[in-house]
């Protein structure tokens, strides 16, 4: 079965997202809906749309929302009552509130909807998350990522919490397995904006592991790295080069009984794990087209995970928030 599928938005984003449908096995790509003027008439060799309902008509399987997060909710309405499935760019929407009622509309209607948290399909984080399953490093006892580089001048409509931090919040909670139950946070404003720009948090996850997140679009290189400590040693993922390197915990006798009691560890085995480095977007439609012809959504961010991140984000903001005002 060949699935009918479109994009509307035709930002960064939208041209990935175009560019990987144009090519993607089992799927037929009809076209973009964009209505800017500075649009052209086609992307991928495929007419661009300016007028959505026309753009609906032409039938779609599936489609990916790849507009401004502020209009999210309104086109996933317009998608749901179509009967259309949707690949929506995370944040899945602008609050929560919002979020809550695009997961309970597409649930209500028997329609697949997912979340373009693309970090979740790096090869390194995929690894890292089967890994952890097998037990590499026994019990988590600590994720901490950093996440910053300079600002992207295509982000307007949220802040570095929503824009970027999104991505922390879904990975830690995914590889691990377990969701965040308290986050504490502080922001700042340093580039004149109206949304936050900096965010250092931490959190506690459901099973005891806690977490640190720094994150900011003021620094001049980028750096996205994720650090995973257990009882067994760490894995360090870098997803800007798709690395996974593991760090073994050493193995020592100790002979001075005034620090025997000390349950520390030494340096062990070093591994960098050679992996099949797919492109992370090309993943994710892979898994979406899947989940539309199967119903089987396990390998895919779902509305209600999505939605689980936009709360999250919302909770760092707001005591960022409380944080400056006392």
Known sequence: MTL???????????????????????????????PADSVGPTVEGKPVYKNLDEFLDLGFDYCVVAAPT?????????????????????????????????????????????????????????????????????????ISTRRQGPFPGRIADVGVIKDLA?????????????????????????????????????????????????????????????????EKGGLVIDTLTADLTHFQNGTFGESWSGVAAFRGVAEGDVTRFALDKKEPLAAEHEAFRDAVLTGDVSHIVTLAEGTDVVRIAEEMAQDGLNSRLS
Do not use: C
Not at 122 to 134: C, G, I, Y
């Open 4 to 34: 009918r599928a479109g994009v509307l938005g035709l930002g960064v984003m939208g041209r990935h997202h175009s560019r990987i449908l144009n090519n993607l096995e089992g799927v037929d790509f009809l076209g973009v809906y964009d």
């Open 166 to 230: 999104s991505h922390d919040i879904d990975l830690t909670a995914w590889v691990s397995q377990q969701k965040f139950v308290s986050v504490n946070a502080r922001t700042a404003h340093q580039s004149g904006r109206d949304h936050e720009d900096m965010l250092v948090a931490v959190g506690t996850l459901s099973g005891g592991t806690i977490t640190s997140h720094t994150v900011n679009w003021l620094t001049p290189f980028k750096e996205r790295t994720t650090v995973i400590t257990g």
């Open 70 to 142: 502020i209009y999210h909710l309104d086109i996933g309405k317009a998608l749901a009552e179509r009967g259309i499935h949707a690949l929506i760019e995370k944040p899945v929407a602008s609050t929560t509130v919002a979020a809550g009622e695009l997961r309970d509309l597409f649930a209500s209607k028997d329609l697949i909807g997912g979340v373009g948290h693309i970090e979740r399909y790096n090869p390194a984080v995929q690894s890292a998350r089967k890994r952890l399953e097998d037990g590499i490093l026994g019990e988590i006892y600590q």
